[in-house]
Structure formats: structure tokens, C-alpha cells
């Protein structure tokens, strides 16, 4: 009997060998495309392991040395098991693979889009690689065993939860092709163990409750918890759900006795199977908390892992948490790298509303009593689903809890409860009719192509170095800097105008003229008048990925750079485009040539910024003067007094009716009819040639601010203005006419200004 039984459990273990089989494939793919230390405190994790398979024992946080900084803080058990793994591998090289990229773009609020990468990648990590890197790839494999036993154990709550394989295999199936439980399962993160002994702890609890409490069952529970409390210490809420689920159990099982004893003697089997779960615990993970509490008089250490780069100065309330929920969901789902590469929003769309809707169905199942009575869902798996669902509360509690004291919006903390979460979702999966069964195919159909399509399709895609080609050997560079680099061509990928606040591209393509030593970085940035600088980019080659020093003299590569508009821009202009290197260290630029010619600054490029909406000017002293058809000067302003010998400053409004095609130069002049010449003039294309009449737009109002300087000699007395259009080309004036009647001489008075003595 026993043997036909064994025979049975291993004949409905054969299904979950094929997907054990897919899921160590696909973290093993994750594993190669990810480059080292470009995950979630990766580099701190592995250091914590080094310090451990160095002999040097459990690290201090009080005088850490370990390199791990905060992650000291974190219980030993997964960096012993990847220290044990990896040891008899020497990373004697391993600080050859630090090579920083000081661009590195991290997720937070005001960085770049780009440079997702911590480092600077080289062919040094091929796989599987020699020295650190393969020690670093060895320890990544101590996650994969995680891993797989995190599938196993969401197995084993399935099947005790809903009773059969199919559910069991479901559940198990939700974890093994989740994109970023599969991505965590493939680099060094102790997020693997946890999750494994959080759910094996979970089966272990689920597994009393569907088949009664004995103390080897309840022993079992408290080992496994205990287990899962070396891990992280958000593990230790295992501790009173397991054990409340234990005692409710056991409260249950003396109800259903036919006679059970009377007095003390009737819970004789609950409290000794509460006690040996206890006891257990407290032996297995009770070690490491005692140690923190002789150590920091802290049993946590708390007080010191929230002293991190992302720590609060001081809590912030639930609600100041909201708007980082968005980026907690994303990287729950899928978000590689340092957590800052996602997929696109409709992505993460289609899995809230299937998730959701799975949810749903599951809880309307559980709660509902149809007929028949066969499709109720049994006492027993009720108590397994609601042992899944505080599991999962509790764990997002702790999650608020820990960022409300540091920036970590991680959908990875989540993890320990991912198999309290399979189970929930598997539920709303089953029963009969159309819908439960499409939600199926849905879900795992995409949840297998996220985590097939993520290993190129993100991880690559980001962190590859870019594409080389032969240049043509007959063109000729747009600009040379120095005897070093050339820039082939430069171009806004977005040619029409752009608004205060659009995002824009530039695409750039490279070459080297000879091999460079030195690795310089590229700037580009848009110039407003005086060469003031409207917004910038500074970035190393490549998204950040590729330095000048690793560029081929025979190949070329093409670049892309994206910057934004500030909300807030003094619009209408031209504006220039201008790209260049400097060296970071010294600050030095590289001198840019075209030809033969230097050219300060380098630019390669124009743009015309100018808002949506045009603002209608209020100037002090409206008019309504046409020149022609096409420009309408609406009026002006001016200070009624000026001293001899300082500016007067005058700002014409200007509208445009339609298009011009010439350029024009506008005019204000300081002047007496009769007069041989104007006492004092300024003549420029609109805005001091900033934004010329060619590129003026129907609709666009232009301010234009003309300067100009009063001589100290002139007499004091009021003295008249005078304003007007000419063409460029022969300086013929445009005829002006105000309510239909044509000015004189297409003059437009602006009034008189008194001219005081000089001081």
C-alpha cells in the first residue's frame, strides 16, 4: 500500500519535471544576457558572499570593511549557501570588472532615461567566463537552486489548496514563468531564498491544515520557518501565522474527535505540536537574532540597515507613498537591470487587468455557495486560500512598512509571498466555462513570452554595446575634434518645432580617427541667445556603454541622445545644436574642425522652439499696424525717460499672418524729422537674429527687444521713435498702414522719450 502510494506521488511529480526543466533554462538565459552586478544591489550581495567564502565570518555593521554595505544587515543564510558554492572559484581579478560609468542613470526622479548600466561592459564577461567572472556566475546559481525549489514548494501549496494536479501544476506554473521572479532567480540576490523557504514554509503549513496537525508535521514548519528567518527578516511574520494557523488547526481537530478527553488532556496534541513548532524555530533562526541583539541591542538591526544612500530622514505617511506605487507594480511584473528598464505601460496594463480578474473570480468562488454542493470549495481549502491571503497582506504590510523608512518601491520584496500569490490567482482559474480557461491561456501565454522575449528583447537590447559598420571612405565628416574623433553626422531625429517641455532626440554617428587613451564624454546641448545653454545631456558613447578608448579607428557607430525642454523657455527662437567631447577630469574640450576651419561653438544643428499656444502680448502701448499681409506689429513697449549716455531699451510685439519667405531686419530709431541721421538706432532680424522671418509660423507672436545706446552728448529734451521693416536684401522698407491708411516714409511713431542730462 505504501509502495503504490509512493509510486502515485512520483507518477503526479512527472508534469512538474518539464517545467522545472523550462524555468532553469530561462534563468539560465536571464543569467547570460544580464551583465555582471547590473541588478538590484548585485554588487553588494556578492560581496557579502566573497566576505564569507574568504573565511573572515558574519560581517559587523558597526565596522563593516565587508564591502556589503547595508546588505551586512541581512541574515547569513543565502550568502553562506553561495559562499559554500562558489569558494573553490579565485575572483583575484574581480576589481578589473569595476570600471564605473560615472553617467550611470539610476531610477530615480530628474535622471537620465539612459545609461542604465552601472558599468562598462568588455569582452572580459563572455560566458561562462574565467577568474571573477566565472566565480560571480557560480554564485548567481546558488539563486537558480532557490529558485527551483520556490516552483516546487508553490507545487506543493497548489496541490494541498485545491486537491489535484492540474491546480497544483497551474500554481506552480504562475511562479516558474513569472519575468521577474525568473530574472531575480538568475543573479545574486538573497529575494531567491527567501521566497523558496517562504513558500516551502507556507506548503509545510498548508499541508497540516489539509491533513491534520501531528508533531513531526508542526517540527517540520518551525524548521522550515526558522529557515526562512535566516533569510530576510520580513520572513519573521512566518512565525505567527504558521503558528495561529497551527493552534486553529488543532482547536479543530479535538472539535471533530467522536469523544475526545475532558479538561487539559484535550489539547495535549495541539500544544505539543505548538511547542515542537516553536522550539524548532527558535533553534533553527533564533541564533542570528540573539547575535543582533548582544551585537547592536537591536534583535533586527534595524536601526542600521535603514542608513542606506535611499533612507528617509524620517518616515513619511502612507499616503506620501502613493505616487511610487506605479513604479512598485512595474517592478513586480518586469523591471530589469537596476529595476529601471520595464517593458511598455500596455504590458503591465494587460497583466493588472488578467491578474485582477483572476482575483476576483477566486474570491467569488470562495465565498459563494452554489449548487452543487461538489463545486463549493472544501473547509480546507478555504483555510489554505485565507492563510495565502494574510500572508500576502502581511508581507505588502512590511513592504509599506520599510518604505515609509527608505526609498524601495521593489515589486521583488513582494516575493515571499509570490506562492501565496500563485495560489490566489490559480484560484480564480478554475472551475468550469469559457471565461476561467481563456484567463488561463491568456495569463501563462503571455507570462511565457515575457520571460522567452526578456533576455534579448530588454536585457540585451539595453546593456549591448551598439552596432558598428564600415564607414564610406568618400564622405566627409561634419566635424573633426581634435586629431581623435569624427562626427560623421548629427541630427534631431524630431525636425518640426518643438514646445517648452517636448522631449526630443538627437542622433549622432561616430568614428575614430585613432586609437584614444582617454575616454571622453560626449555633450550635447541646445543654445539659446548669448549662447545660453536651454538643456543639455553629458553621457559617455553608446547610451553610457561605450567609452572612446574601446572604439575601433575602422568602424563606425551611430548614437542617440535624448534630452527635454524645460517647461519654462523663452520662446519664439532658434535654437542651435551643439555636440562635442571633453574630458570629465580635466574639463578640457576637444577643438572642433570643419575642413580646416575651427568652429566654436560646434554646431551641427538648429531647431525652432516655440509654444502650442502662442501667449497674446499685453504690451503697454497696443497698436494694430500692418506691414503688407503677413505681419502685424501689435505694439510695443518702452520706458517714457532716458538718461544721456544709458540704454534705452524698446520691445516691438510682432504678429505673423502668414508665411514669409524673406529674411527681414526690423528697426527702431532715436530720431527728429529733418534730422541728417537717427541720434540713436538699433537694426536686427527679429530678436537680435535669434528667429529670423523665415521661420515665423501664421499665429506666432514674436518679442523683440531692441537696445539702443543714448550718447552721453546728446541735448536734453524729448526726442521722437521711430519703428519700421526692411528687406535684408536691398533694404527697401515694407510699406506700413494703420486702420487702412499707409504711414509716412512706412515709419511707425512709438511716441517720444524725454532724454535727461547725463550724471
Known amino acids: 500500500m505504501n509502495h ?176 521577474q521572479f525568473v530574472f531575480m532567480s538568475s543573479v545574486v540576490s538573497n529575494d531567491s531564498a527567501t521566497a523558496a523557504l517562504s513558500t516551502a514554509t507556507l506548503w509545510a503549513t498548508a499541508r497540516f491544515l489539509r491533513r491534520g496537525i501531528t508533531p513531526r508535521r508542526a517540527a517540520l514548519a518551525g524548521a522550515l520557518a526558522g529557515l526562512a528567518a535566516l533569510t530576510k527578516t520580513s520572513a519573521l511574520l512566518l512565525l505567527p501565522l504558521t503558528g495561529l494557523s497551527l493552534l486553529w488547526q488543532g482547536w479543530r481537530q479535538t472539535q471533530e474527535q467522536p469523544s475526545p478527553p475532558l479538561g487539559v488532556r484535550r489539547y495535549r496534541g495541539p500544544w505539543r505540536a505548538a511547542l515542537a513548532f516553536g522550539l524548532t524555530a527558535l533553534l533553527v533562526g533564533g541564533g542570528w537574532y540573539l547575535r543582533n541583539l548582544l551585537l547592536y541591542g537591536d534583535p533586527l538591526g534595524m536601526s542600521h540597515h535603514v542608513n542606506t544612500l535611499w533612507g528617509r530622514p524620517a518616515p513619511v505617511s502612507l499616503l506620501a507613498l502613493v505616487p511610487e506605487f506605479p513604479l512598485l507594480w512595474r517592478s513586480f511584473w518586469g523591471a530589469y537591470g537596476w529595476g529601471h528598464v520595464w517593458w511598455p505601460d500596455g504590458i503591465y496594463v494587460a497583466l493588472t487587468l488578467l491578474t485582477a480578474g483572476a482575483f476576483l473570480h477566486g474570491l467569488y468562488r470562495m465565498l459563494r455557495s452554489p449548487r452543487p454542493a461538489s463545486a463549493v470549495p472544501s473547509r480546507r481549502t478555504r483555510a489554505i486560500y485565507l492563510l495565502c491571503a ?126 584614444m587613451t582617454r575616454d571622453y564624454t560626449v555633450f550635447v546641448q541646445l543654445l539659446g541667445p548669448e549662447n545660453g545653454i536651454i538643456t543639455s545631456r553629458r553621457t559617455y558613447p553608446g547610451l553610457g556603454r561605450f567609452p572612446t578608448s574601446l572604439w575601433p579607428v575602422d568602424r563606425a557607430f551611430c548614437d542617440v541622445y535624448e534630452l527635454t525642454l524645460p517647461s519654462q523657455v523663452d520662446t519664439p527662437l532658434r535654437a542651435l545644436l551643439e555636440i562635442g567631447l571633453f574630458d570629465a577630469a580635466t574639463g578640457e574640450r576637444l577643438p572642433a574642425t570643419a575642413g580646416d576651419i575651427p568652429v566654436a561653438p560646434p554646431i551641427v544643428a538648429s531647431v525652432v522652439l516655440a509654444a502650442e499656444e502662442a501667449q497674446v502680448p499685453e504690451p503697454a502701448y497696443p497698436l494694430a499696424v500692418d506691414f503688407g499681409e503677413a505681419i502685424i506689429l501689435r505694439g510695443y513697449d518702452r520706458s517714457p525717460t532716458v538718461q544721456a549716455g544709458q540704454p534705452l531699451t524698446v520691445t516691438l510685439y510682432w504678429e505673423a499672418a502668414s508665411t514669409i519667405n524673406e529674411p527681414l531686419m526690423a528697426f527702431v530709431h532715436l530720431w527728429e524729422p529733418g534730422a541728417a541721421t537717427a541720434y540713436a538706432q538699433h537694426d536686427s532680424e527679429p530678436r537680435n537674429g535669434w528667429f529670423p522671418t523665415p521661420l515665423w509660423q501664421p499665429g506666432d507672436i514674436v518679442p523683440d527687444t531692441h537696445v539702443l545706446t543714448v550718447p552721453a552728448t546728446l541735448p536734453p529734451g524729448d526726442y521722437r521713435l521711430w519703428a519700421g521693416l526692411y528687406r535684408a536684401a536691398d533694404g527697401t522698407r515694407l510699406p506700413a498702414s494703420e486702420d487702412g491708411a499707409p504711414l509716412p516714409n512706412a515709419l511707425v511713431p512709438l511716441g517720444s522719450v524725454r532724454v535727461r542730462a547725463g550724471g
Open 390 to 515: 494574510f500572508w500576502l497582506m502581511g508581507i505588502f504590510a512590511a513592504l509599506l512598512h520599510w518604505m515609509r523608512q527608505v526609498e524601495a518601491p521593489h515589486g521583488r520584496l513582494l516575493f515571499p509571498a509570490i506562492g501565496a500569490w500563485a495560489v490566489l490567482i490559480a484560484a480564480g482559474l478554475q472551475g468550469s466555462g469559457r471565461v476561467p480557461h481563456r484567463y488561463q491561456r491568456l495569463l501563462l501565454t503571455l507570462l511565457v513570452t515575457l520571460t522567452l522575449l526578456a533576455p534579448g528583447a530588454r536585457i540585451l537590447a539595453t546593456f549591448a554595446p551598439p552596432k558598428l559598420f564600415s564607414p564610406a571612405t568618400s564622405s566627409t565628416p561634419q566635424l573633426r575634434y581634435g586629431d581623435e574623433a569624427l562626427l560623421l553626422s548629427a541630427a534631431l531625429v524630431k525636425t518640426e518645432r518643438l514646445a517648452p517641455g517636448d522631449g526630443f532626440t538627437v542622433r549622432a554617428c561616430w568614428q575614430a580617427a585613432r586609437p
Open 4 to 179: 503504490s502510494r509512493s509510486l502515485s506521488r512520483r507518477r503526479s511529480l512527472h508534469p512538474l519535471i518539464p517545467l522545472l526543466a523550462a524555468f532553469a533554462v530561462l534563468v539560465v538565459l536571464h543569467g547570460w544576457a544580464t551583465p555582471l552586478f547590473e541588478a538590484p544591489d548585485e554588487v553588494w550581495h556578492y560581496a557579502y558572499v566573497r566576505w564569507l567564502a574568504e573565511g573572515h565570518g558574519l560581517p559587523s555593521m558597526k565596522d563593516n570593511t565587508s564591502g556589503a554595505n547595508q546588505e551586512v544587515a541581512q541574515p547569513p543564510l543565502y550568502y553562506a549557501a553561495a559562499a559554500l558554492l562558489s569558494a573553490p572559484f579565485p575572483d583575484d581579478d574581480l576589481q578589473t570588472l569595476f570600471w564605473h560609468n560615472p553617467h550611470f542613470g539610476y531610477q530615480a526622479p530628474g535622471t537620465a532615461p539612459d545609461n542604465k548600466n552601472m558599468l562598462i561592459h568588455t569582452p572580459q564577461e563572455g560566458f561562462p567566463g574565467s577568474g571573477a567572472v566565472l566565480a560571480v556566475r557560480i554564485a548567481r546559481l546558488t539563486s537558480l537552486l532557490f529558485g527551483l525549489v520556490t516552483v516546487c514548494a508553490a507545487w506543493g501549496v497548489g496541490y494541498e489548496a485545491f486537491g489535484n494536479q492540474r491546480a497544483a501544476l497551474l500554481t506552480a506554473a504562475l511562479v516558474g514563468f513569472h519575468p
